[in-house]
Antibody, heavy 119, light 106 residues
Framework: QVQLQESGPGLVKPSQALSLTCTVS??????????WSWIRQPPGKGLEWIGY???????YYTPSLKSRLSMSVDTSKNQFSLRLSSVAAADTAVYFC???????????WGQGTLVTVSS | EIVMTQSPATLSVSPGDRATLSCRAS??????LAWYQQKPGQAPRLLIY???TRATGIPARFSGSGFVTEFTLTISSLQSEDFAFYYC?????????FGGGTKVEI
């Protein structure tokens, strides 16, 4: 069973970049089954899907964040990563990495990591 | 993007009751609709995909129905562990979008 684990700083200063990595275990990231995604949840609020990266490196970013967002994949380490630039307090959230399976929705999730944007 | 709207925002029920949660899409989601359960401090868990197919390990008291833009999650007899937040989500088109959630409380 595929398991995901986020890692990265829990505190980022305003205007700087937020960087997170997701490590995939129990399966290979090189599978055509999954669109590897990031989802965030501000404290006390709902879920926002941010974007995906496919194992081939192709990406799709949600339009509202597209200008500040980049994702990458490292198949040798079975990892994929998120970078969100020019962060502000509104980017404070729990960030989940997740796998969107073709035809089945999001069937694997990391535990989530809280990132706070504050000086 | 497809906007998902859930109602009610909060559903107050008693153990053993039947709970009905609604989700509406601003345009067709076809059959690419999923439901998730989330408890405080935890990641969401996939309950239902393809409108009505239960994910692995999900009890039969959870059922989904609907078509195109109107969808329903029904919990036939609420157990204590079912009190949580529930989110619908469409995966018919990118970007994926979630509803705002329904809190099922005692």
């Amino acid at each position: 069973q595929v398991q995901l684990q986020e890692s990265g700083p829990g505190l980022v200063k305003p205007s700087q970049a937020l960087s997170l990595t997701c490590t995939v275990s129990g399966g290979s990231i090189i599978t055509g089954d999954y669109f590897w995604s990031w989802i965030r949840q501000p404290p006390g609020k709902g879920l926002e899907w941010i974007g995906y990266i496919y194992y081939s490196g192709s990406t799709y970013y949600t339009p509202s964040l597209k200008s500040r967002l980049s994702m990458s994949v490292d198949t040798s380490k079975n990892q994929f990563s998120l970078r969100l630039s020019s962060v502000a307090a509104a980017d404070t959230a729990v960030y989940f990495c997740a796998g969107v399976r073709r035809g089945k929705g999001i069937d694997c999730w990391g535990q989530g990591t809280l990132v706070t944007v504050s000086s | 993007e497809i906007v998902m709207t859930q109602s009610p925002a909060t559903l107050s029920v008693s153990p053993g009751d039947r709970a009905t949660l609604s989700c509406r899409a601003s345009q067709s989601a076809s059959t690419n609709l999923a439901w998730y359960q989330q408890k405080p401090g935890q990641a969401p868990r996939l309950l239902i995909y393809g409108v009505s197919t239960r994910a692995t390990g999900i009890p039969a008291r959870f059922s989904g129905s609907g078509f195109v833009t109107e969808f329903t999650l029904t919990i036939s007899s609420l157990q204590s562990e079912d009190f949580a937040f529930y989110y619908c989500q469409q995966y018919n088109d990118w970007p994926l979008t979630f509803g705002g959630g329904t809190k099922v409380e005692i």
